[in-house]
């Protein structure tokens, strides 16, 4: 893989709070690699994935500027397992490629966390970890902090929840928890101890 630096690897149910940790991260002067949003670029006019998503469910899932159709995707594999691992197949690896280049691109920083929401499903991202992080909190949490942001409905939230790993596996991978059900402060705290924690780390990995 090529990377020497610590790698800490970043993960937690849908609205647990990961982008807001890793911005937080990002102050601390952390370098940050966000699966997410390479999986959005991937799916963008012209996107590496566009051909392959084309070629496995149609051209009706690819707009007219060549860019995957977010909703009508959502809309399938929201009720179809099967089209849902699909396009995982699809993604993962271009997603795996897009990580290990920004790595080496973040040599500089003193330490770099990976957000891979998908990382329990995945054993392709754990290797790249030297540690995981759960940022966890109540689901009725995760509910409302989801459907306070977007248009999302309590059942659709409900279902995404009961998609991904269950809470309890989630914190069984962790080696460090970040308890997000209280404040932002509290948030902030915790994420300052968990920087000096990997500071120190990283002369003895
Ligand atoms: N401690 C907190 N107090 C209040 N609001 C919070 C707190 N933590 C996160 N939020 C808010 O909750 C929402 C979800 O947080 P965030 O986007 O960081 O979660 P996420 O895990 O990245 O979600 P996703 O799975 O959709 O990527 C955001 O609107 C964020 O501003
Ligand atoms: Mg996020």
Redesign the pocket.
């Given at each position: 893989m090529g990377a020497s630096k610590f790698v800490v690897g970043l993960t937690?149910?849908?609205?647990?709070?990961?982008?807001?940790?890793a911005d937080l991260f990002a102050a601390h002067g952390a370098g940050i690699i966000d699966a997410?949003a390479i999986a959005h670029h991937l799916t963008q006019p012209g996107g590496d994935a566009i051909a392959a998503i084309r070629a496995a469910f149609g051209k009706e899932y690819i707009t007219d500027n060549d860019a995957l159709d977010r909703a009508k995707m959502r809309g399938l594999i929201f009720s179809d397992a099967v089209a849902r691992q699909r396009l995982e197949h699809i993604l993962h690896p271009l997603i795996l490629e897009q990580v290990k280049a920004q790595l080496q691109r973040l040599q500089a920083k003193p330490y770099i966390i990976i957000v891979v929401?998908l990382l329990p499903e995945s054993p392709e991202f754990r290797k790249l970890v030297q540690r995981v992080l759960v940022?966890d909190c109540d689901e009725n949490t995760q509910v409302a902090?989801?459907t306070?942001?977007s248009r999302m409905t309590v059942p659709e939230v409900r279902v995404i929840i009961s998609q991904q790993t269950p809470r309890a596996n989630r914190l069984q991978l962790a080696d460090d928890v970040i308890h997000?059900d209280?404040?932002?402060d509290?948030?902030a705290e915790q994420v300052t101890v968990l920087h000096q924690r990997y500071s120190n780390m990283l002369s003895c990995h």
């Open positions: 937690g149910g849908i609205g647990c709070g990961k982008s807001t940790v997410d929401p940022v902090r989801v306070g942001r997000n209280t404040g932002l509290s948030l």
